[in-house]
């Protein structure tokens, strides 16, 4: 069960910036704002507006859909901040490590010079 949870909430930002969930998306602004907006002004469209129960319940799923994605953005840029970081903390190691390198081989030219 935990495994399926797992994979589906792996699997929504994929399905959220799919071409259907984006198709949806446009028509869902065409048809509140823009087509609501040609209703209201253009009065022989007016039987044919959205009616405000569509237009609440429309607008409240796009809010939500919008505050997941939000959510998601969020997550994987906190996620992203933290890889990076830990990407520089080994990037600096490695550098120091291969300072420490150097130092060794010229010391042991330095030896060898000497004897």
């Given at each position: 069960?935990k495994k399926n949870?797992?994979?589906f909430?792996?699997?929504?930002p ?5 071409p259907i969930?984006?198709?949806l998306?446009?028509?869902l ?7 609501a ?8 469209l007016?039987p044919f507006?959205p009616?405000?129960?569509?237009q609440?319940?429309m607008?409240n799923y796009?809010?939500?859909l ?8 969020a997550g994987?840029g906190?996620s992203?901040h933290h ?8 990037h600096d ?5 291969i ?17």
């Amino acid at each position: 069960m935990k495994k399926n949870l797992q994979r589906f909430l792996e699997n929504i930002p994929a399905i959220l910036s799919s071409p259907i969930s984006i198709f949806l998306y446009l028509f869902l602004f065409f048809y509140l704002v823009i087509y609501a907006l040609l209703c209201f002004v253009i009065p022989a469209l007016q039987p044919f507006a959205p009616s405000n129960d569509v237009q609440l319940i429309m607008g409240n799923y796009t809010n939500v859909l919008s505050a997941l994605g939000a959510s998601l953005a969020a997550g994987t840029g906190v996620s992203v901040h933290h890889t990076i970081h830990k990407l520089h903390e080994k990037h600096d190691l490695l550098h120091g490590t291969i300072k420490e390198l150097h130092e060794k081989i010229d010391r042991l030219e330095y030896k060898k010079h000497e004897k």
